[in-house]
């Protein structure tokens, strides 16, 4: 038998999914064809498959060799790199893909999904753009870029890209669920929880948040039921249930900008704000609107330490610190930045964004900067709540600083989706 027929029957096994016939038959392709590219690169798609990734690299990595400008080999490559983390580099196969063909969709989508991983934004929103302006009905795109909108604060354009999925696929689920969180009061929310467990009636927290919002309401009967069901210790219910344990009920909100507004309304404008844990400086230039200055810390390398399945040296600005017009960025681990920072007068925060998630970061950066907090500073925790572990993290770490320091504290806003709280520290009392 010729390569060529049994190439064909490789591929007709491929295609039927019997994996293991289609690699032998490949195999036996190259010992006849060593140079053979597209069995190399279908081999690859195997090995891809059973999530062998180093193996399929190489696969396709061979197929580029022996033919240079094999599009689908270089943007399976990268599909690959992005599994196996190695971002950089799965953006150069990507960019080489456009090169070749500059109406390849997938790798303007796969481009932009790499430079949200890489924090490079506006990269990005220009990756989604330019797959709508090749196929104005690519409902992934349309949902990328109003994920990427979300993220820099323009969140009424992310809500028009999601109202233009459901409008080009109204069973499109994950797209009420966005909408949900860019609601502006509680009847909206509930509104799109409705829509989405319409489609998605499995989702268990969208159950426990539609409990939660009637509970806010003045009902409690879904929620009281919720507490002696199966989902009773799930991270949303202990997360809503300590919500309603509080002296008051405090104001909710649904997106970190509805949030700012509220906490931003409440504070001396006229001092300075503080950040720990800038990251990409989203917050930190929406802040800067109002204060007109701040001072950020982080170490731009990542997360000192895993925090419960994110890898250390997740969220990396990759050491470029930003450069924004009265911002005063410190870059560092906590524990080596903020005690020499902190030993010189520094001016009484208006508002102090806690952005590190990690207890370790957090109670350093309280510990630190309780020099500059007085009745009139309202502190911001960005990932107070609903983690699978939330209670071992932000939450642990300003009840321990509270304890140790002797204050407690006041909740004055809430946000589910966003996970944001927001406090007045007071004196402890006996």
Not at 54 to 70: H, L, R, T
Not at 215 to 227: E, I, P, T
Not at 361 to 388: G, P, W
Request: proline letters at 3%; a neutral charge; charged letters at 25%.
């Amino acid at each position: 038998m010729n390569k060529e027929k049994i190439f064909t029957l490789a591929i007709e096994k491929h295609k039927d999914g019997k994996l293991d016939i289609a690699k032998n038959f490949y195999n036996d392709v190259l010992k006849i064809d060593p140079f053979h590219q597209k069995t190399h690169n279908n081999l690859g798609a195997i090995f891809q498959s059973l999530n062998k990734y180093p193996k399929a690299k190489s696969c396709f990595e061979k197929a580029i060799q022996i033919e240079p400008g094999y599009i689908d080999a270089h943007f399976n490559l990268g599909v690959v790199l992005q599994k196996l983390e190695d971002h950089q580099q799965a953006k150069s196969c990507f960019e080489k893909v456009i090169k070749l063909s500059p109406s390849y969709v997938g790798a303007y989508n796969n481009l932009g999904n790499v430079h949200k991983i890489l924090n490079e934004l506006q990269k990005a929103k220009l990756c989604f753009e330019k797959v709508i302006e090749i196929d104005q009905s690519n409902t992934h795109a349309h949902f990328n870029l109003g994920g990427i909108l979300q993220l820099l604060g323009e969140d009424q354009h992310a809500k028009k890209c999601f109202e233009k999925v459901i409008e080009i696929n109204s069973n499109y689920a994950a797209a009420y669920w966005n909408l949900y969180i860019l609601s502006n009061n509680i009847d909206e929310a509930l509104m799109r929880l409705n829509k989405f467990d319409k489609i998605n009636n499995n989702f268990v927290p969208s159950k426990i948040m539609t409990a939660a919002l009637k509970a806010y309401k003045g009902n409690f009967d879904n929620f009281n039921n919720l507490l002696v069901s199966e989902h009773s210790n799930h991270s949303y219910t202990r997360s809503v249930k300590w919500v309603f344990s509080l002296p008051n009920l405090p104001k909710i909100f649904f997106n970190r900008w509805d949030f700012f507004n509220e906490i931003i309304s409440q504070t001396e404008s006229s001092r300075p704000f503080y950040e720990f844990g800038v990251w990409n400086a989203v917050s930190f230039r929406y802040l800067i609107n109002t204060f007109k200055k701040g001072f950020g810390f982080d170490t731009f390398s990542g997360l000192p330490e895993s925090w419960g399945n994110i890898k250390k040296g997740s969220y990396t600005s990759f050491g470029s610190i930003p450069k924004i017009e009265g911002g005063v960025f410190i870059a560092g681990k906590f524990e080596d930045t903020l005690p020499d920072f902190f030993s010189k007068e520094q001016p009484l925060a208006s508002l102090i964004n806690f952005d590190a998630d990690l207890y370790t970061s957090t109670y350093c950066a309280l510990s630190h900067s309780q020099r500059v907090i007085d009745d009139k500073t309202i502190l911001v925790f960005d990932e107070f709540i609903m983690n699978e572990n939330w209670e071992e993290d932000e939450y642990k770490a300003l009840n321990d600083f509270c304890k140790n320091f002797g204050f407690i504290y006041e909740v004055l806003a809430i946000s589910f989706s966003s996970k944001q709280l927001a406090v007045k520290l007071i004196k402890h009392t006996t």
